[in-house]
């Protein structure tokens, strides 16, 4: 099972993306830190928020993404390269790429160590992630007064940043802390812009958010963002010695 985000293609920018700042570091570590590599696979590639820029920077990114509707906006902005596909069964053949890139998506998979094994089985050197660390109250509370009202969330797969407990990055380099907005957060709730929020009736979707309009939260809270490099080597033992 692999989610598609079709159906915020058209707001999945609006609601996911970093101050300028931290987008212009985070796109310098990654061409820096992928200098000498031909090959780069982008699985969940989405809108293409990081295989654009870093073809822009001349490398060669070849973008993966279940959603067509994701795909076509990265084609707007004139993205090469996209092919449809799942994580879990990626259509091409063995050491095809230096490096992958996931963002955003074991959390999404289901069979994420199955998703794990593809990567590591196309991808001879590195895996990368851009991970942040920080929640909003807004969500929290949106979260919590779901689940006294009963909801229970399902749990998919793992985030990317939960790898890092399992196996140990080759490098953990920050890119930086900022201050993120609540009334923001808020409004993409409202908005139903995150994957966990689309099988919640409307109803209870309402009322929590009504509830929520009446609450006082403080106008900002702390984010920080990382980038985390694992081996591939380690990676294939993990998927190879896992039997649960």
């Not at 989610?3 to 212009?24: C, L």
């Not at 998919?156 to 196996?167: F, S, V």
């Not at 309009?213 to 900002?220: C, I, L, N, Q, R």
Request: net charge positive; hydrophobic share 40%; glycine share 8%.
């Amino acid at each position: 099972m692999v989610i598609s985000f079709d159906r915020i293609a058209e707001i999945y920018d609006e609601t996911r993306g970093y101050p300028g700042f931290v987008m212009d570091k985070v796109v310098k570590t990654l061409v820096t830190e992928f200098e000498g590599y031909s090959g780069i696979l982008d699985v969940g590639v989405g809108t293409a928020r990081f295989s654009k820029p870093l073809q822009d920077n001349g490398y060669y990114v070849v973008g993966v993404d279940v959603s067509l509707g994701m795909l076509r906006r990265a084609v707007g902005k004139g993205v090469r390269d996209l092919v449809v596909g799942t994580a879990c069964s990626l259509p091409f053949p063995n050491d095809s790429f230096d490096v992958t890139i996931s963002v955003g998506l074991l959390h999404l998979v289901k069979e994420w160590k199955l998703a794990l094994k593809e990567m590591s089985r196309v991808t001879r050197h590195f895996l990368v992630s851009v991970v942040h660390w920080g929640k909003s109250p807004a969500s929290e509370e949106y979260r919590n007064l779901l689940i006294s009202q009963g909801w229970k969330f399902p749990q998919l797969g793992i985030a990317e940043r939960e790898l890092a407990a399992m196996i140990k990055p080759l490098k953990s380099i920050h890119i930086a802390s900022y201050e993120a907005n609540v009334r923001e957060s808020l409004d993409f709730l409202g908005r139903k812009a995150y994957s966990h929020q689309w099988d919640i009736p409307e109803e209870k979707h309402r009322y929590v958010m009504q509830r929520l309009k009446g609450k006082s939260f403080p106008d900002v809270y702390s984010e920080k963002i990382e980038i985390l490099v694992w081996d591939m080597r380690n990676i294939r033992e993990f998927v190879r010695l896992r039997k649960d």
